[in-house]
């Protein structure tokens, strides 16, 4: 197969896997008696519908992309990092920490300064795995599991032994430390959309520069492609897997932040890990792990999320009907060798028939 072919195969699996999740779903509506054509029309509407729908679809999907980030770095070192929840619940604790710290802080001071400690919580927090699998081999992916739940009692004994004096909620950070503008609000109806969305754009450009036009990005390629080669080669192994793990928490850690600056603006003990990382990794994988199709993936994400809270109020369809949507896109991704078989299948006659012709056109001659 030419390289042409198999980029073009690299853009149908995903748009075929989206295609397949909301035809199942379809589905699953018709047979118990819902009208899938309504549901989808009330989720287009929820999602689409108007400034403010768009502002809460685009919001939603900020976390999201940045999460989904995080995931695709480790992921092409290699790792499967499956902590990127823990992570961006911790970057969530540690800018609402500093915001909370310094609420008087001018507000170029302090948003970037919120931002960069929620980063490097995560980093810290994702580099503990990448420290114990690059020097004793460990697995990042129990490693990872662990700390996720120890991130989660972490942030919810913080808020109620540290950031507050028993409550359940610490209180809203200042003006100064908010993501959210009267401007971004005025355009989009009064949403919570804020600048974190900015912020997930120009990281996609980032990661994109920084894994395929910079030396680091070829080493964390050359780590996941082969590490036993690289370190022949004379790269770092042990560096490369801290450095790949590294920055993944840091965006899982942007990620969280959004939740912390942009979306609630403050810190609430948690039930179970924050959705925005699973979510993310799902995000991560629908896109390929190519930061411009993560970009499309958590908008996606973020209008079936925000969609699918119309559905029940427009056609009567349960939410989780978009839960069910969601799994089944990402089940179809995770069966993608399935799409290649039979998309790869489905050429094979054609190749026969030009084969045949060309033989033919030359007997003739």
Known sequence: MNHKSERLINI????????????????????????????YTSLVEGAFGGPFYIGETLRQATPLI????GFAVANTAGFFNIGVAGQALFGWVGSVTMALMMPDLPKLLLVPLCLIVGALCGAIWAGIAGFLRAYFDTSEVIVTIMLNYTALYIANHMVRNVLTKGDD??????????LR?????QISDNSTLHYGLLLAIIMC?????????????????A?????????YSGMSTKKNIILAMVISGGLAGLGGSMEGLGNFQNLFVQGSMPSIGFDGMAVSLLGAGNPFGILLAGLLFGALKIGGISMPMGSDVPTEVVDIVIASIIFFVGSSYLIRYFMNKAKRPNRKIAATNSEAKKGVN
């Open 169 to 178: 909620a610490t209180p809203r950070i200042s003006e100064n430390a908010s």
């Open 12 to 39: 149908l699996v995903p748009v075929l896997s989206v295609v397949l999740g909301l035809l199942l779903g379809a589905i699953i509506m018709w047979s118990f008696g819902y009208d899938p054509v309504l549901g």
């Open 66 to 69: 940045l999460t989904a980030l």
């Open 205 to 221: 450009v980032v990661v994109w520069i920084m894994m395929q036009k910079t030396t680091l990005g070829y080493e964390l390629r």
């Open 181 to 185: 503008s009267e401007w971004l609000a």
């Open 223 to 231: 780590v996941g492609l082969n590490p036993y080669a690289s370190e």
